[in-house]
């Protein structure tokens, strides 16, 4: 599909009653690419009629945004009571 970086399924654990398989995430470099990505015919046509089988009859929609937080190099993090510098 055209503009999708990545594409993980999340399988639910057997021991639950759970009345779907899983969830899908769809990974995308930015809303305009994950846009362009969801309205794609390859995704429409093809891709998206089998996904009820795996997600269930009711599938939410939800748009997230990696933010990576990176620590200053004077940060330390504390493991069992001992200082340790990152």
């Given at each position: 599909?055209?503009?999708l970086?990545?594409?993980?399924?999340?399988?639910?654990?057997?021991?639950?009653?759970?009345?779907?398989?899983?969830?899908?995430?769809?990974?995308?470099?930015d809303?305009?690419?994950?846009e362009?990505?969801?309205?794609?015919?390859?995704?429409?046509e093809?891709q998206?009629?089998?996904?009820?089988?795996?997600?269930?009859?009711d599938?939410?929609?939800m748009?997230?945004?990696?933010?990576?937080?990176?620590?200053?190099?004077?940060?330390?993090?504390?493991?069992?009571?001992?200082?340790?510098?990152?």
């Open positions: 599909m055209p503009e970086d990545r594409y993980i399924q999340c399988y639910v654990s057997l021991e639950t009653s759970a009345s779907y398989g899983g969830m899908g995430e769809l990974w995308c470099k809303v305009a690419a994950f362009r990505c969801w309205s794609s015919p390859e995704l429409v093809e998206l009629p089998g996904t009820l089988n795996f997600v269930g009859p599938p939410i929609d748009i997230a945004e990696e933010i990576r937080v990176l620590w200053p190099s004077t940060a330390t993090l504390c493991l069992l009571g001992q200082p340790h510098r990152l």
